[in-house]
């Protein structure tokens, strides 16, 4: 950590220098980890429609939370980590084996992960207040520790990018075409969406569980406006991620407002902009 | 390649490789989807299997493609009489995409004949390899288009290219005459005679257009549930068993 922070004291910015915020140079750090791995993720979430499923995710996390306070934990976080891998893997069990439709079985997830949530957090009259630091979320509990476990989660995804991509776009745009050539995608889908339930858990308590699915869904959202093909997609969805992540983070800086929310408006600006980008060009 | 001496037809098929099918029954839910059929295609043919929606086409073609579990015999006897497992290539029905999906020709043909992760620019050798293989179909033009923005005809040629690739020893296409105009059903058809002589390869087809079946099939299959009739297109169009099937009475309407 001390090279990045004399790394960063080289920059032209009141809070990098060397006597400077750390926890914006922290921050600073999370967002240059987060947004290539939002960007990645977000381009499979947002081609497998599954906009809706990370949002879910995004909502067991809060429950796993809430798990964990009432059973003592002093770091509630894990607890909402495995709890969101293990509803990650019981959807992607459920889609394949049911004939309802997947929004509807988010749908049955989500509200129910959401109540469980409520329930336990108000259980005996508890008040809600003290859970509405993961509402908002917080930029000065962006701790090294995750950041380094973000890291490693990134280097994970590229290594199930480089290894299985091809299938699972494959099976994403045409199931029927991916069946004849005997690809088998549930692992990878499994892995998928955990890693999505890892990030998006790790991430909500700075980043604010009512925005954190705007990362998942407005990279994709913004980059297929405009992009022909896979490297352009790939290519576009990082640089959105990460243009929307650093102007944010200045912006939350500037204004005093969550870094979250200021992300998301620019994300929103910049889905703004290439659609209109698209629209000129068709 | 050249085409085998009993290419259509003939009793014997020592000296031609062939697809046999014999007492295939598929079972889902007690229900039979199949019941006891038998198949028998020559390489160089192009047979077409017709009947009602529900009859079980889409499922004896998965049975061939071996995603259903089925009982009975599938096998492949190649020139001489030696048995392999065949490689089959198949174009699925009524291909959708979703317009708004950046996947270009190049990233889903790439996706499905390789391991090269199309995210990462492409290396020239894999895209000549996409070309050459588009080019077998006439299709090499559309390699950088949106797999959205395909016409039917086209997207039909792109989803034949792969099949093709690797050549396989059968080629199943499941209602290629629909979502295409007639147009695009007429070069549909010239493409299938053009792969059928270049590469002497069995063809066996769904559909629903009965009218065009003499031009192009060589053996038509008449199934619901089992093999009702098989012959060539007329023997099967002037059956008793067809007019039973479809419930077509001629003549009383006309008195």
């Known amino acids: 950590m001390e090279l990045w922070y004399s790394l960063i004291s080289l ?43 990370s949002d879910a995710l995004g909502h067991s996390a809060f429950t796993g939370i809430a798990i964990g306070v009432l059973c003592g934990l002093a770091e509630p976080l894990w607890c909402a980590v495995v709890f969101a891998v293990a509803l990650a893997l019981l959807f992607t069990l459920v889609r394949r084996h049911t ?10 997830f989500s509200s129910t992960a959401v109540a469980l949530g409520i329930f336990i957090a108000t259980l005996g009259g508890g ?24 890291a490693v989660i990134l280097v994970l995804v590229l290594i199930l990018w480089l290894v299985s991509f091809n299938q699972l776009m494959l099976a994403s745009v045409h199931p029927a075409l991916a069946d004849s050539r005997g690809i088998r995608v549930v692992w990878q889908e499994a892995l998928f969406s955990s890693a999505v ?45 990460l243009a929307a992540g650093l102007a944010g983070l200045q912006l939350s800086y ?28 068709r | ?30 229900a039979d989807l199949l019941k006891d059929v038998d198949l028998h295609i020559h390489c160089g043919q192009i047979v077409a299997v017709i009947g009602p929606n529900g009859a079980g086409k889409s499922t004896l073609f998965r049975a ?55 995210f990462l620019p492409i290396p020239s050798s894999l895209r000549q390899r996409v070309s050459a293989c588009l080019d077998r179909v006439h299709a090499g033009e559309l390699i950088d288009k949106r797999v959205g923005a395909l016409s039917g005809g086209e997207l039909q040629r792109v989803l034949l290219a792969m099949a093709l690739e690797p050549l396989p020893h059968i080629l199943i296409l499941d209602e290629p005459m629909s979502g295409v105009d007639i147009e695009g059903e007429h ?53 008793p068993e067809f007019q039973s099937v479809f419930h077509l009475t001629f003549g009383k309407g006309a008195e």
């Open chain 2, 187 to 239: 070069q549909l058809m010239d493409m299938l005679h053009e792969i059928r002589s270049t590469y002497d390869l069995s063809i066996l087809l769904s559909t629903h257009d009965f009218a065009t079946l003499e031009q192009y099939a060589d053996k038509v299959v008449l199934l619901r549930q089992s093999v009702l009739k098989v012959g060539t297109p007329r023997e099967v169009l002037a059956s």
């Open chain 1, 254 to 281: 500037v204004l005093g407002s969550s870094t979250g929310a200021c992300i998301t408006l620019c994300l929103a600006v910049l889905f703004a902009a290439s659609l209109l980008l698209g629209r000129l060009r």
């Open chain 1, 197 to 241: 339930a890892v990030v998006v858990t790790l991430s909500m308590t700075w980043v604010g569980l009512l925005v954190i699915n705007s990362f998942l869904v407005l990279p994709g959202a913004a980059a297929r406006n405009v992009a022909r093909n896979m490297r352009q997609y790939h290519l576009l969805c990082v640089v959105f991620a």
């Open chain 1, 127 to 150: 008040s809600f207040t003290r859970f509405n630091a993961y509402l908002i979320g917080d930029i000065l509990s962006v701790e090294p520790v995750k950041i380094a476990l973000l």
């Open chain 2, 1 to 30: 390649m050249s085409p085998h001496p009993t290419l259509h037809g003939g009793s014997g098929c020592h000296d031609a490789c062939c697809l046999q099918v014999r007492g295939l029954t598929v079972t889902a839910e007690d």
């Open chain 2, 64 to 118: 061939i493609l071996g995603q259903l579990p089925y009982s009975g015999e599938i096998r492949f006897e190649r020139a001489g009489g030696r048995r392999t497992r065949p490689l089959v290539g198949y174009v699925p029905q009524s291909p959708a995409f979703d317009s708004g999906d950046p996947v270009s020709v190049l990233d889903l043909f790439a996706s499905a004949i390789g391991r090269w992760p199309v």
């Open chain 1, 11 to 53: 920059l032209p910015l009141d809070w990098a220098r060397a006597d400077g915020m750390t926890f914006m140079k922290n921050a600073l750090l999370a967002i240059l980890v987060v947004s290539p791995l939002f960007g990645l993720l977000s381009t499979m979430v947002v081609t497998n429609r599954m906009s809706f499923f």
């Open chain 1, 99 to 108: 004939k309802l439709a997947s929004d509807t079985v988010i749908g049955v």
